[in-house]
């Protein structure tokens, strides 16, 4: 689960971070008087959406040299305006896609006086099964860049889970982040514009004082919460010395949930794909993509090589859909009917392989969806495993429009040429 920057700000402000003030607002009506609650003079007016690249975004209804999604404010009566050209319109990013997201809250933050641009993030290193922090002194909007052309300026530091984040790990993040050292010249970009010439001297410490605070309390914030991922993007030198959150993106594990209520209050669901929040309640994993042709299978490494196959032959898939091992005729009949309820998909490939999975529970989940909402698009079903027999049977019997596989590949030949 995600939620946006302003309540990540705020979940780390009650582990004691450093935030800038800010007020959220979903209207323009609101945005003189939260402008009036900062001290300015200069404000940030940030579009709220789940998706990165909010700076270098465009508003698909707003002049093409337009600003971008988060914009300076050097008065009050330029904030409204801001508030009043981005809020309902769509931000298209590179994350969004081309169809945007629209921009239904902002937050209007004080403005930094900023030195230097740091990247500092959190998660589970799958390399190691243990948090670890990934941090660069290239902080900012090009880190997607550092990543592909400089990935050797990006250092991860692997936390021990039995001793915490120690003074020894402290000092290697902030020997990584370089706050130790002379300061470098800041990049010029949308965060810094008050940055730029030349760096003044200034003491290693309070830099690195604030971070033997800050990263424990980043990494227990992580811990606590069951985080999947903790980004500070950038994280900021200030004039004087001091560290600054200057943005925040939370993901949480989902599977953790139920342990955190006060978390799971956070969720904004117009973020969410509504088929995505639909397959939710019926506990189904399911993300939409961008192609036409549905999938339901069960088992994440046989839904990815289903989709994979998929792509082989020249189509591309339109969701990944796994319903489990145990999955009941209702179950997977809700997954064939939020499928089927995507008007994207052209055709649907059902994959099983029985295990624990029944093939004969999976034959009669698809055969009461079709005949609730009927069957507009090529099926194609390719059944193996336990009760394999029974399963084509009720199939066959059915008097539907199913085109059967013998395996996989033949499956995937199938569709691809019954949408094409």
Request: net charge negative.
């Amino acid at each position: 689960m995600n939620i946006h920057e302003y309540q990540a700000k705020q979940v780390l402000k009650g582990f004691g971070a450093p935030v800038a003030e800010g007020v959220a607002i979903t209207s323009a009506d609101q945005a003189e008087a939260a402008a009036r609650q900062l001290p300015g003079p200069l404000y940030v007016v940030k579009s709220q959406i789940h998706a990165g690249g909010r700076g270098k975004g465009k508003f698909k209804e707003l002049p093409a040299d337009a600003k971008g999604g988060v914009r300076l404010a050097f008065s009050i009566e330029e904030a409204v305006k801001h508030a009043k050209e981005m809020l309902g319109n769509t931000l298209v990013t590179a994350q969004t896609g081309p169809a945007g997201k629209q921009v239904n809250r902002l937050y209007i933050e004080d403005g930094a006086d900023i030195e230097r641009e740091l990247y500092c993030s959190l998660l589970v290193d799958r390399a190691t099964g243990r948090v670890s922090f990934v941090v660069s002194t290239e902080g900012g909007m090009d880190i997607e860049a550092v990543a592909h052309d400089t990935p050797e300026k990006i250092q991860t530091i692997v936390i021990d889970p039995e001793a915490g984040v120690t003074a020894a790990d402290v000092a290697r993040i902030n020997a990584a982040l370089d706050l130790d050292g002379a300061p470098k010249p800041v990049k010029k970009g949308l965060f810094s514009i008050f940055g730029g010439g030349k760096p003044s001297a200034r003491a290693s410490s309070p830099a690195a004082r604030d971070g033997e605070s800050l990263f424990p309390i980043l990494y227990k914030a992580f811990v606590d919460k069951d985080m999947s991922m903790l980004e500070i993007n950038p994280l900021i030198v200030m004039k004087d010395g001091h560290l600054r959150v200057l943005d925040a993106k939370v993901s949480f594990d989902g599977n953790a949930l139920f342990r955190h209520e006060d978390m799971k209050a956070l969720r904004d669901e117009t973020e969410e794909d509504a088929k995505e929040i639909e397959a939710s309640e019926w506990d189904l994993a399911y993300v939409a993509l961008d192609g036409n042709i549905g999938c339901m299978v069960n088992g994440a490494g046989l839904a990815m090589a289903t989709m994979d196959i998929i792509k082989l032959y020249g189509k591309e898939p339109a969701n990944f859909c796994d319903v489990g091992g145990g999955a009941s005729k209702e179950k997977v009949a809700a997954a064939f009917k939020i499928i089927t309820a995507d008007p994207a998909v052209q055709g649907i490939l059902v994959n099983i392989f029985g295990g624990i999975m029944k093939c004969d529970v999976i034959a009669e989940g698809v055969v009461a969806a079709v005949k609730e909402v009927g069957l507009k698009v090529p099926l194609v079903v390719r059944l193996e495993g336990t009760n394999v027999t029974e399963g084509k049977r009720i199939l066959n019997e059915s008097g539907l429009a199913i085109t059967a596989a013998d395996d996989l590949d033949d499956a995937a030949q199938k569709i691809v040429a019954a949408v094409g």
